[in-house]
């Protein structure tokens, strides 16, 4: 699929998957590069992939997200977190992401670290709750990348926020100091036909100021 408004239009929620096709390494691979190559707030990067094939382990989080068949049905299930304490102002994740950059002196990489310092206190204050809703805003654009990545693929996908985020962390056995479940995505092929998508028309959503 090379139109990029085709990919749009074939994605959407997939409610039930068939077990019996699986997605390749390969593909699953490309599917999670999208996602990794995100654009992302500041350029940190605000997410970490779980991706989970393990039926029992399915089992388990589909008995906490609403008992939605999506969790157990699909090839591979994608679990984006949002990462908290690597995000706070003195978190050496920071001075690393910043770091990276060869094309700096030493004091403009200094100058920039004291920047975020300075962004991350007076915006979100190193407040656990206020960095989690800016982190899970970012995994929205990795989330938004990973499905349209399987739908270039043919493959189907769903974008899972019915949960109970907190009881899927402790099945993972995710530190919630360092991570909190953002969004899940099962990844796989559709057992039915795709519904009919309805969306609201062109002039009711867009206003032109000229």
């Not at 929620?13 to 490309?30: G, H, L, M, Q, T």
């Not at 989080?61 to 995000?87: F, G, P, Y």
């Not at 992401?97 to 060869?102: D, E, F, G, L, V």
Request: aromatic share 10%; glycine share 4%.
């Amino acid at each position: 699929m090379k139109d990029y408004l085709g990919i749009i239009n074939f994605r959407h929620a997939c409610k039930i998957f068939d077990e019996n096709k699986k997605v390749s390494r390969e593909d699953i691979d490309y599917i999670l590069e999208a996602g990794r190559v995100s654009p992302s707030s500041t350029g940190l990067e605000q997410w970490d992939f779980v991706v989970i094939t393990n039926q029992e382990l399915k089992q388990k989080i589909r008995e906490v997200s609403w008992n939605q068949v999506q969790m157990t049905s699909c090839s591979h299930l994608i679990v984006v977190l949002a990462k908290i304490s690597d995000l706070k102002s003195d978190s050496q994740y920071v001075a690393n992401m910043i770091k990276r950059r060869p094309d700096k002196t030493p004091q403009e990489l200094q100058n920039r670290i004291n920047f975020y310092k300075n962004f991350i206190t007076e915006n979100f204050k190193d407040d656990d709750e206020l960095l989690y809703t800016w982190a899970h805003a970012q995994c929205m654009f990795a989330a938004t990348n990973i499905m349209n990545a399987a739908a270039f693929k043919g493959i189907d996908t769903c974008a899972i926020e019915g949960m109970d985020r907190h009881a899927v962390g402790k099945i993972l056995n995710i530190d919630t100091k360092k991570h909190r479940v953002a969004i899940m995505i099962p990844v796989g092929y559709r057992l039915n036909e795709q519904p009919p998508k309805y969306r609201r028309k062109t002039d009711d959503v867009i206003t032109w100021i000229e």
